[in-house]
Protein backbone atom coordinates (compact mmCIF):
# COMPACT_ATOMS: atom_id res chain seq x y z
CA UNK A 1 0.00 0.00 0.00
CA UNK A 2 1.12 3.62 -0.96
CA UNK A 3 1.73 5.55 2.45
CA UNK A 4 0.41 8.55 0.43
CA UNK A 5 -3.67 9.15 0.32
CA UNK A 6 -5.01 9.22 -3.19
CA UNK A 7 -6.88 12.47 -2.44
CA UNK A 8 -3.97 14.45 -1.24
CA UNK A 9 -5.41 14.18 2.38
CA UNK A 10 -7.36 16.70 2.31
CA UNK A 11 -9.61 16.68 -0.54
CA UNK A 12 -13.12 15.90 -0.33
CA UNK A 13 -14.27 12.62 -2.03
CA UNK A 14 -17.77 13.98 -2.85
CA UNK A 15 -20.44 11.88 -4.33
CA UNK A 16 -22.85 14.03 -5.85
CA UNK A 17 -24.52 11.20 -7.82
CA UNK A 18 -26.56 9.66 -4.50
CA UNK A 19 -27.83 12.96 -4.65
CA UNK A 20 -31.52 12.72 -5.29
CA UNK A 21 -31.84 15.24 -7.45
CA UNK A 22 -28.88 14.96 -9.52
CA UNK A 23 -29.02 11.04 -9.61
CA UNK A 24 -32.23 11.76 -11.42
CA UNK A 25 -31.28 14.52 -13.57
CA UNK A 26 -28.34 12.05 -14.64
CA UNK A 27 -30.66 9.17 -15.37
CA UNK A 28 -32.71 11.00 -18.00
CA UNK A 29 -29.41 11.95 -19.96
CA UNK A 30 -29.09 9.68 -23.28
CA UNK A 31 -26.11 7.86 -22.06
CA UNK A 32 -27.55 6.64 -19.49
CA UNK A 33 -31.44 6.04 -21.30
CA UNK A 34 -29.22 4.14 -24.25
CA UNK A 35 -25.91 3.20 -22.44
CA UNK A 36 -22.89 3.12 -24.31
CA UNK A 37 -24.64 3.94 -28.02
CA UNK A 38 -25.89 7.40 -26.21
CA UNK A 39 -22.77 8.40 -25.36
CA UNK A 40 -21.13 10.83 -27.92
CA UNK A 41 -17.53 9.84 -27.12
CA UNK A 42 -18.36 5.34 -27.13
CA UNK A 43 -17.59 5.17 -31.36
CA UNK A 44 -14.02 6.75 -30.48
CA UNK A 45 -13.64 4.70 -27.09
CA UNK A 46 -14.22 1.47 -28.49
CA UNK A 47 -11.72 1.42 -31.03
CA UNK A 48 -9.24 2.20 -27.94
CA UNK A 49 -10.19 -0.57 -26.01
CA UNK A 50 -7.92 -3.85 -26.35
CA UNK A 51 -9.75 -7.66 -26.68
CA UNK A 52 -11.25 -8.42 -23.96
CA UNK A 53 -11.42 -12.37 -24.36
CA UNK A 54 -10.38 -14.31 -21.00
CA UNK A 55 -9.08 -10.86 -19.81
CA UNK A 56 -9.28 -9.80 -15.88
CA UNK A 57 -10.60 -6.08 -15.85
CA UNK A 58 -10.87 -3.64 -13.50
CA UNK A 59 -13.38 -0.29 -13.83
CA UNK A 60 -12.85 2.54 -12.04
CA UNK A 61 -16.04 4.64 -11.50
CA UNK A 62 -18.22 1.96 -13.17
CA UNK A 63 -21.84 3.94 -12.77
CA UNK A 64 -24.10 2.14 -14.16
CA UNK A 65 -21.83 -0.79 -15.51
CA UNK A 66 -21.86 -0.43 -19.10
CA UNK A 67 -18.17 -0.85 -19.64
CA UNK A 68 -18.19 -3.62 -17.12
CA UNK A 69 -21.28 -5.56 -19.05
CA UNK A 70 -19.32 -4.73 -22.34
CA UNK A 71 -16.14 -6.36 -21.14
CA UNK A 72 -18.22 -9.36 -19.94
CA UNK A 73 -20.07 -9.61 -23.15
CA UNK A 74 -16.99 -9.34 -24.96
CA UNK A 75 -15.22 -11.98 -23.30
CA UNK A 76 -13.63 -10.85 -19.74
CA UNK A 77 -13.08 -13.84 -17.66
CA UNK A 78 -13.74 -11.39 -14.72
CA UNK A 79 -14.87 -7.54 -14.06
CA UNK A 80 -14.87 -5.82 -11.00
CA UNK A 81 -16.35 -2.31 -11.15
CA UNK A 82 -16.27 0.38 -8.48
CA UNK A 83 -18.50 3.33 -7.32
CA UNK A 84 -18.84 5.61 -4.76
CA UNK A 85 -22.64 6.25 -5.63
CA UNK A 86 -24.64 3.59 -3.92
CA UNK A 87 -27.57 4.83 -6.58
CA UNK A 88 -25.72 4.22 -9.57
CA UNK A 89 -24.76 0.46 -8.26
CA UNK A 90 -28.11 -0.62 -7.21
CA UNK A 91 -28.69 0.30 -11.49
CA UNK A 92 -25.80 -1.77 -11.90
CA UNK A 93 -26.63 -4.62 -10.45
CA UNK A 94 -30.11 -4.71 -11.93
CA UNK A 95 -28.69 -4.40 -15.82
CA UNK A 96 -25.94 -6.90 -15.43
CA UNK A 97 -26.45 -10.36 -15.90
CA UNK A 98 -23.43 -11.82 -15.87
CA UNK A 99 -21.95 -14.22 -12.30
CA UNK A 100 -17.85 -12.93 -13.94
CA UNK A 101 -19.05 -9.29 -12.84
CA UNK A 102 -18.80 -7.50 -9.36
CA UNK A 103 -19.10 -4.30 -8.24
CA UNK A 104 -17.43 -3.15 -5.26
CA UNK A 105 -19.19 0.78 -3.73
CA UNK A 106 -15.70 2.26 -2.73
CA UNK A 107 -14.04 5.57 -3.94
CA UNK A 108 -11.60 4.84 -6.43
CA UNK A 109 -8.70 6.33 -4.21
CA UNK A 110 -9.64 2.95 -1.30
CA UNK A 111 -9.12 0.37 -3.34
CA UNK A 112 -6.20 -1.26 -2.25
CA UNK A 113 -5.27 -2.21 -6.48
CA UNK A 114 -3.50 -5.87 -5.65
CA UNK A 115 -0.34 -6.02 -7.72
CA UNK A 116 -0.20 -7.43 -11.24
CA UNK A 117 -3.99 -8.67 -10.61
CA UNK A 118 -5.79 -7.24 -13.92
CA UNK A 119 -4.87 -7.62 -17.62
CA UNK A 120 -6.83 -4.29 -18.18
CA UNK A 121 -8.22 -1.38 -16.17
CA UNK A 122 -11.14 1.14 -17.45
CA UNK A 123 -12.15 4.39 -16.14
CA UNK A 124 -14.75 6.48 -18.24
CA UNK A 125 -15.33 10.00 -16.54
CA UNK A 126 -14.12 9.41 -13.33
CA UNK A 127 -10.91 10.61 -13.18
CA UNK A 128 -11.67 14.13 -13.06
CA UNK A 129 -13.07 13.73 -9.35
CA UNK A 130 -10.04 12.78 -8.03
CA UNK A 131 -7.38 15.29 -6.96
CA UNK A 132 -4.25 12.91 -7.75
CA UNK A 133 -3.83 11.52 -10.96
CA UNK A 134 -0.01 10.50 -10.35
CA UNK A 135 -1.60 8.22 -7.70
CA UNK A 136 -3.83 6.66 -9.65
CA UNK A 137 -1.48 5.89 -12.20
CA UNK A 138 1.00 4.62 -9.85
CA UNK A 139 -1.15 2.05 -8.30
CA UNK A 140 -3.39 1.37 -11.53
CA UNK A 141 0.14 0.59 -13.18
CA UNK A 142 1.00 -1.62 -10.05
CA UNK A 143 -2.43 -3.89 -10.08
CA UNK A 144 -1.61 -4.60 -13.82
CA UNK A 145 0.12 -6.93 -15.42
CA UNK A 146 3.06 -6.61 -17.81
CA UNK A 147 1.82 -5.46 -20.98
CA UNK A 148 -1.26 -4.47 -19.29
CA UNK A 149 -3.90 -1.95 -20.66
CA UNK A 150 -4.93 1.00 -18.91
CA UNK A 151 -7.58 2.84 -21.34
CA UNK A 152 -9.33 6.35 -19.40
CA UNK A 153 -11.46 9.05 -20.59
CA UNK A 154 -11.41 12.36 -18.63
CA UNK A 155 -12.74 15.77 -19.30
CA UNK A 156 -10.26 17.47 -21.63
CA UNK A 157 -7.82 20.12 -19.27
CA UNK A 158 -9.45 23.04 -22.24
CA UNK A 159 -13.39 21.92 -20.35
CA UNK A 160 -12.18 21.75 -16.78
CA UNK A 161 -9.92 24.95 -16.48
CA UNK A 162 -12.20 27.69 -16.51
CA UNK A 163 -14.45 25.80 -13.91
CA UNK A 164 -17.43 26.73 -14.82
CA UNK A 165 -17.45 24.37 -17.78
CA UNK A 166 -20.01 26.73 -19.60
CA UNK A 167 -20.15 28.80 -22.90
CA UNK A 168 -19.05 32.28 -23.09
CA UNK A 169 -22.07 34.07 -24.54
CA UNK A 170 -23.23 37.61 -25.84
CA UNK A 171 -26.12 39.62 -24.35
CA UNK A 172 -28.50 37.34 -26.86
CA UNK A 173 -27.86 34.24 -25.14
CA UNK A 174 -25.42 33.24 -28.61
CA UNK A 175 -22.38 30.98 -28.18
CA UNK A 176 -19.45 33.29 -28.41
CA UNK A 177 -16.64 30.99 -27.51
CA UNK A 178 -15.83 28.46 -24.89
CA UNK A 179 -13.21 30.02 -22.06
CA UNK A 180 -10.03 28.66 -20.70
CA UNK A 181 -8.45 30.64 -17.76
CA UNK A 182 -6.32 29.10 -15.02
CA UNK A 183 -4.84 26.64 -16.97
CA UNK A 184 -1.76 26.00 -14.36
CA UNK A 185 -3.94 26.02 -11.60
CA UNK A 186 -4.79 22.85 -10.54
CA UNK A 187 -7.31 21.93 -8.47
CA UNK A 188 -10.42 22.19 -7.64
CA UNK A 189 -13.27 23.57 -9.68
CA UNK A 190 -17.16 23.57 -9.32
CA UNK A 191 -18.74 22.73 -12.10
CA UNK A 192 -22.38 23.15 -12.79
CA UNK A 193 -23.57 19.54 -13.94
CA UNK A 194 -27.02 19.08 -14.84
CA UNK A 195 -28.17 22.36 -12.88
CA UNK A 196 -26.12 21.00 -9.66
CA UNK A 197 -23.27 22.14 -8.33
CA UNK A 198 -20.59 19.25 -8.47
CA UNK A 199 -16.66 19.41 -7.56
CA UNK A 200 -14.45 18.61 -10.04
CA UNK A 201 -10.33 18.85 -9.83
CA UNK A 202 -8.86 20.29 -12.93
CA UNK A 203 -5.31 18.94 -14.06
CA UNK A 204 -3.27 19.99 -16.98
CA UNK A 205 -2.73 17.55 -19.95
CA UNK A 206 1.18 17.55 -18.86
CA UNK A 207 -0.12 15.83 -15.72
CA UNK A 208 -1.85 13.72 -17.35
CA UNK A 209 0.79 12.22 -20.10
CA UNK A 210 3.68 13.15 -18.08
CA UNK A 211 1.81 11.24 -15.02
CA UNK A 212 1.41 7.62 -17.02
CA UNK A 213 4.99 8.67 -18.56
CA UNK A 214 7.17 9.09 -15.43
CA UNK A 215 4.99 5.68 -13.97
CA UNK A 216 6.45 3.39 -16.41
CA UNK A 217 3.12 3.67 -18.91
CA UNK A 218 4.06 3.44 -22.93
CA UNK A 219 1.22 5.50 -24.25
CA UNK A 220 -0.02 3.81 -27.30
CA UNK A 221 -3.53 6.68 -27.87
CA UNK A 222 -4.40 10.08 -27.05
CA UNK A 223 -7.52 11.00 -28.75
CA UNK A 224 -9.48 13.79 -28.49
CA UNK A 225 -13.42 12.35 -30.00
CA UNK A 226 -15.42 14.54 -32.09
CA UNK A 227 -18.99 14.15 -31.96
CA UNK A 228 -20.43 11.34 -34.80
CA UNK A 229 -21.91 12.74 -37.55
CA UNK A 230 -25.23 10.92 -36.98
CA UNK A 231 -25.42 12.72 -34.08
CA UNK A 232 -24.91 16.25 -35.08
CA UNK A 233 -28.40 17.39 -35.59
CA UNK A 234 -30.24 14.57 -33.48
CA UNK A 235 -28.53 15.70 -29.95
CA UNK A 236 -28.89 19.10 -28.69
CA UNK A 237 -26.03 21.24 -28.73
CA UNK A 238 -24.13 17.93 -30.23
CA UNK A 239 -22.88 20.52 -32.85
CA UNK A 240 -21.36 23.10 -30.71
CA UNK A 241 -19.11 20.31 -29.49
CA UNK A 242 -17.27 20.95 -32.86
CA UNK A 243 -16.23 23.82 -31.52
CA UNK A 244 -14.14 22.80 -28.35
CA UNK A 245 -12.53 19.98 -26.62
CA UNK A 246 -14.40 18.21 -24.26
CA UNK A 247 -12.92 15.00 -23.53
CA UNK A 248 -9.53 13.40 -24.05
CA UNK A 249 -9.28 9.57 -24.26
CA UNK A 250 -5.86 7.94 -23.45
CA UNK A 251 -4.66 4.42 -24.60
CA UNK A 252 -1.97 3.20 -22.33
CA UNK A 253 0.24 -0.15 -21.59
CA UNK A 254 2.99 -1.33 -18.97
CA UNK B 1 10.49 11.02 -51.66
CA UNK B 2 6.64 11.17 -51.22
CA UNK B 3 4.57 11.70 -54.06
CA UNK B 4 2.31 13.50 -51.63
CA UNK B 5 2.86 17.23 -51.36
CA UNK B 6 3.98 18.19 -47.57
CA UNK B 7 2.20 21.74 -47.91
CA UNK B 8 -1.47 19.80 -49.26
CA UNK B 9 -0.67 20.80 -52.59
CA UNK B 10 -2.63 24.10 -52.29
CA UNK B 11 -1.24 25.69 -48.72
CA UNK B 12 0.94 28.75 -49.27
CA UNK B 13 4.19 28.60 -47.47
CA UNK B 14 4.29 31.95 -46.13
CA UNK B 15 7.08 33.69 -45.48
CA UNK B 16 6.92 36.40 -42.80
CA UNK B 17 10.34 36.44 -41.65
CA UNK B 18 11.84 38.33 -44.87
CA UNK B 19 9.18 41.18 -44.76
CA UNK B 20 11.24 44.19 -43.70
CA UNK B 21 8.92 45.37 -41.08
CA UNK B 22 8.01 41.70 -39.38
CA UNK B 23 11.74 41.22 -39.17
CA UNK B 24 12.59 44.53 -37.08
CA UNK B 25 9.73 43.73 -35.03
CA UNK B 26 10.45 40.38 -34.60
CA UNK B 27 14.42 41.10 -34.03
CA UNK B 28 13.37 43.20 -31.09
CA UNK B 29 11.85 40.57 -28.97
CA UNK B 30 13.85 39.18 -25.35
CA UNK B 31 14.31 36.16 -27.58
CA UNK B 32 15.90 37.46 -30.56
CA UNK B 33 17.67 39.98 -28.34
CA UNK B 34 18.27 37.56 -25.56
CA UNK B 35 18.66 33.80 -27.45
CA UNK B 36 17.69 30.84 -25.83
CA UNK B 37 17.59 32.53 -22.46
CA UNK B 38 15.30 35.24 -23.49
CA UNK B 39 12.41 32.28 -24.32
CA UNK B 40 10.28 31.74 -21.71
CA UNK B 41 9.84 27.60 -22.62
CA UNK B 42 13.78 27.23 -23.06
CA UNK B 43 14.05 26.02 -19.12
CA UNK B 44 11.66 23.29 -20.28
CA UNK B 45 12.88 22.53 -23.32
CA UNK B 46 16.23 21.92 -22.73
CA UNK B 47 15.41 19.23 -20.61
CA UNK B 48 14.26 17.13 -23.41
CA UNK B 49 16.88 17.28 -25.37
CA UNK B 50 19.04 14.62 -25.88
CA UNK B 51 23.01 14.10 -25.46
CA UNK B 52 24.34 15.73 -28.62
CA UNK B 53 27.76 14.84 -27.80
CA UNK B 54 29.05 13.19 -31.78
CA UNK B 55 25.38 13.27 -33.27
CA UNK B 56 24.29 14.50 -36.34
CA UNK B 57 21.83 17.65 -36.28
CA UNK B 58 18.39 18.79 -38.38
CA UNK B 59 17.10 21.68 -37.23
CA UNK B 60 13.24 22.50 -38.86
CA UNK B 61 12.59 26.24 -39.15
CA UNK B 62 16.07 27.35 -37.62
CA UNK B 63 15.60 30.86 -37.76
CA UNK B 64 18.35 32.84 -35.92
CA UNK B 65 20.33 29.16 -35.04
CA UNK B 66 20.60 29.17 -31.37
CA UNK B 67 19.34 25.93 -31.02
CA UNK B 68 21.95 24.96 -34.20
CA UNK B 69 24.51 26.90 -32.12
CA UNK B 70 23.47 25.56 -28.90
CA UNK B 71 23.90 21.72 -30.99
CA UNK B 72 27.46 22.80 -31.92
CA UNK B 73 28.47 23.93 -28.44
CA UNK B 74 27.04 20.62 -26.59
CA UNK B 75 29.34 18.30 -28.70
CA UNK B 76 27.24 17.71 -32.12
CA UNK B 77 29.57 16.66 -34.84
CA UNK B 78 27.26 18.10 -37.74
CA UNK B 79 23.93 20.43 -37.65
CA UNK B 80 22.54 21.70 -40.38
CA UNK B 81 19.47 24.00 -39.90
CA UNK B 82 16.89 24.60 -42.33
CA UNK B 83 14.86 28.23 -42.54
CA UNK B 84 12.59 29.61 -45.72
CA UNK B 85 13.53 33.88 -44.26
CA UNK B 86 16.81 34.66 -45.95
CA UNK B 87 16.87 37.04 -43.39
CA UNK B 88 17.04 35.32 -40.46
CA UNK B 89 19.90 33.30 -41.86
CA UNK B 90 21.87 36.54 -42.78
CA UNK B 91 21.63 36.44 -38.86
CA UNK B 92 22.52 33.13 -38.24
CA UNK B 93 25.50 32.96 -40.34
CA UNK B 94 27.15 36.18 -38.17
CA UNK B 95 26.25 34.13 -34.83
CA UNK B 96 27.49 31.01 -35.83
CA UNK B 97 31.29 30.32 -35.80
CA UNK B 98 31.48 26.50 -35.59
CA UNK B 99 32.90 24.74 -39.11
CA UNK B 100 30.39 21.78 -38.33
CA UNK B 101 27.12 23.85 -38.99
CA UNK B 102 25.40 24.56 -42.08
CA UNK B 103 22.14 26.07 -43.22
CA UNK B 104 20.41 25.83 -45.74
CA UNK B 105 17.73 28.47 -47.57
CA UNK B 106 14.87 26.00 -47.60
CA UNK B 107 11.11 25.78 -46.24
CA UNK B 108 10.67 22.53 -44.18
CA UNK B 109 8.46 21.33 -46.92
CA UNK B 110 10.95 21.23 -49.32
CA UNK B 111 14.30 19.54 -47.98
CA UNK B 112 14.71 16.32 -48.96
CA UNK B 113 14.89 14.24 -46.02
CA UNK B 114 17.54 11.52 -46.20
CA UNK B 115 16.62 8.40 -44.77
CA UNK B 116 18.90 7.47 -41.71
CA UNK B 117 20.85 10.44 -41.79
CA UNK B 118 20.17 12.66 -38.48
CA UNK B 119 20.43 11.34 -34.76
CA UNK B 120 18.44 14.22 -33.53
CA UNK B 121 15.84 16.66 -35.12
CA UNK B 122 15.10 20.00 -33.65
CA UNK B 123 12.56 22.44 -34.72
CA UNK B 124 11.12 25.28 -32.35
CA UNK B 125 8.05 27.21 -32.51
CA UNK B 126 7.97 26.61 -36.62
CA UNK B 127 5.53 23.22 -37.17
CA UNK B 128 2.35 25.97 -36.81
CA UNK B 129 3.64 27.17 -39.88
CA UNK B 130 2.91 23.66 -42.04
CA UNK B 131 0.00 22.59 -43.04
CA UNK B 132 0.44 18.59 -42.81
CA UNK B 133 2.04 17.51 -39.35
CA UNK B 134 1.33 13.78 -40.52
CA UNK B 135 4.05 14.43 -43.39
CA UNK B 136 6.34 16.15 -41.49
CA UNK B 137 6.43 13.18 -39.05
CA UNK B 138 6.85 10.58 -41.72
CA UNK B 139 10.03 12.29 -42.92
CA UNK B 140 11.54 12.98 -39.59
CA UNK B 141 10.59 9.62 -39.02
CA UNK B 142 12.26 8.76 -42.24
CA UNK B 143 15.64 10.49 -41.95
CA UNK B 144 15.71 9.73 -37.99
CA UNK B 145 18.61 6.50 -37.99
CA UNK B 146 17.21 4.23 -35.16
CA UNK B 147 17.17 5.39 -31.91
CA UNK B 148 16.55 8.74 -33.37
CA UNK B 149 15.18 11.37 -31.28
CA UNK B 150 12.80 14.08 -32.43
CA UNK B 151 12.33 17.30 -30.41
CA UNK B 152 10.17 20.17 -31.15
CA UNK B 153 7.92 22.91 -29.66
CA UNK B 154 4.70 24.09 -31.14
CA UNK B 155 1.96 26.61 -30.16
CA UNK B 156 -0.18 24.61 -28.13
CA UNK B 157 -3.73 23.79 -30.17
CA UNK B 158 -5.64 25.70 -27.42
CA UNK B 159 -3.34 28.72 -28.50
CA UNK B 160 -4.32 28.64 -32.21
CA UNK B 161 -7.22 26.95 -32.33
CA UNK B 162 -9.79 30.52 -32.21
CA UNK B 163 -7.36 32.47 -34.87
CA UNK B 164 -6.56 35.78 -33.75
CA UNK B 165 -4.44 34.07 -30.59
CA UNK B 166 -5.25 37.34 -28.32
CA UNK B 167 -7.00 37.41 -25.29
CA UNK B 168 -10.73 38.34 -24.58
CA UNK B 169 -11.37 41.50 -23.17
CA UNK B 170 -14.21 43.71 -21.08
CA UNK B 171 -14.90 46.80 -22.02
CA UNK B 172 -12.19 48.77 -20.06
CA UNK B 173 -9.28 46.01 -21.95
CA UNK B 174 -8.92 44.01 -18.86
CA UNK B 175 -8.52 40.36 -19.47
CA UNK B 176 -11.36 38.14 -19.14
CA UNK B 177 -10.27 35.05 -20.54
CA UNK B 178 -8.80 33.13 -23.23
CA UNK B 179 -11.14 32.21 -26.12
CA UNK B 180 -11.40 28.80 -27.14
CA UNK B 181 -13.72 27.99 -30.66
CA UNK B 182 -13.55 26.06 -34.06
CA UNK B 183 -11.27 23.79 -32.32
CA UNK B 184 -11.75 20.61 -34.61
CA UNK B 185 -12.10 23.10 -37.69
CA UNK B 186 -8.13 22.33 -38.84
CA UNK B 187 -6.27 24.44 -40.77
CA UNK B 188 -5.79 28.15 -41.77
CA UNK B 189 -5.47 31.00 -39.52
CA UNK B 190 -4.63 34.21 -39.77
CA UNK B 191 -2.58 35.21 -36.17
CA UNK B 192 -1.35 38.76 -35.46
CA UNK B 193 1.95 38.34 -33.91
CA UNK B 194 4.08 41.53 -33.39
CA UNK B 195 1.03 43.47 -34.79
CA UNK B 196 1.39 41.83 -38.38
CA UNK B 197 -0.67 39.31 -39.91
CA UNK B 198 0.79 35.64 -40.16
CA UNK B 199 -0.46 32.57 -41.48
CA UNK B 200 -0.52 29.74 -39.18
CA UNK B 201 -2.25 26.12 -39.13
CA UNK B 202 -4.06 24.71 -36.84
CA UNK B 203 -4.02 21.48 -35.28
CA UNK B 204 -5.83 19.20 -32.76
CA UNK B 205 -3.49 17.83 -29.71
CA UNK B 206 -5.13 14.36 -31.72
CA UNK B 207 -3.46 15.48 -34.88
CA UNK B 208 0.15 16.15 -33.18
CA UNK B 209 -0.04 13.14 -30.95
CA UNK B 210 -1.47 10.19 -33.58
CA UNK B 211 0.52 11.55 -36.09
CA UNK B 212 3.49 10.56 -34.40
CA UNK B 213 2.37 7.31 -33.01
CA UNK B 214 0.78 6.13 -36.29
CA UNK B 215 3.82 7.09 -37.63
CA UNK B 216 5.77 4.65 -35.37
CA UNK B 217 7.24 6.83 -32.49
CA UNK B 218 7.43 6.18 -29.20
CA UNK B 219 6.63 9.20 -26.90
CA UNK B 220 8.59 10.55 -24.72
CA UNK B 221 7.67 13.60 -23.16
CA UNK B 222 4.44 15.81 -24.00
CA UNK B 223 4.81 18.88 -22.10
CA UNK B 224 3.59 22.55 -21.98
CA UNK B 225 5.81 24.80 -20.40
CA UNK B 226 5.05 27.39 -17.64
CA UNK B 227 6.70 30.90 -17.56
CA UNK B 228 9.68 30.36 -15.64
CA UNK B 229 9.46 32.08 -12.05
CA UNK B 230 12.12 34.85 -12.92
CA UNK B 231 9.96 36.62 -15.37
CA UNK B 232 6.75 36.61 -14.07
CA UNK B 233 7.22 40.09 -12.56
CA UNK B 234 9.54 41.15 -15.29
CA UNK B 235 8.80 40.66 -18.35
CA UNK B 236 5.78 41.88 -19.84
CA UNK B 237 2.44 39.48 -20.09
CA UNK B 238 4.43 36.92 -18.34
CA UNK B 239 2.03 36.39 -15.74
CA UNK B 240 -1.03 36.10 -17.95
CA UNK B 241 0.83 32.83 -19.30
CA UNK B 242 0.27 30.93 -15.98
CA UNK B 243 -4.10 31.08 -17.40
CA UNK B 244 -3.67 29.51 -20.66
CA UNK B 245 -1.39 26.98 -22.47
CA UNK B 246 0.50 28.67 -24.75
CA UNK B 247 3.35 25.94 -26.21
CA UNK B 248 3.26 22.22 -26.74
CA UNK B 249 6.44 20.77 -26.08
CA UNK B 250 7.11 16.66 -27.45
CA UNK B 251 9.90 14.71 -27.42
CA UNK B 252 9.42 11.25 -29.70
CA UNK B 253 11.54 8.36 -30.85
CA UNK B 254 12.08 6.52 -33.65
Not at 93 to 102: A, D, L
Request: aromatic content about 12%; some cysteine.
Amino acid sequence: MESRPLDGGDWMKENRYDDQVFFQKYSQMSRSQQGLEGAGEWQTLRRLLPDFNGKRVLDLGCGYGWHCIYAAEHGASSVTGLDISEKMLAVAHKKTHYPQVQYLHMAVEDFDYPAERYDVVLSSLALHYVASFEEVARRVYRCLTPGGVFVFSVEHPVFTAYGSQDWYYDGQGNILHFPVDHYFLEGQREAVFLGEKVLKYHKTLTTYLEGLLSTGFVINHVVEPQPPAEMLDTVAGMRDELRRPMMLLVRAQK
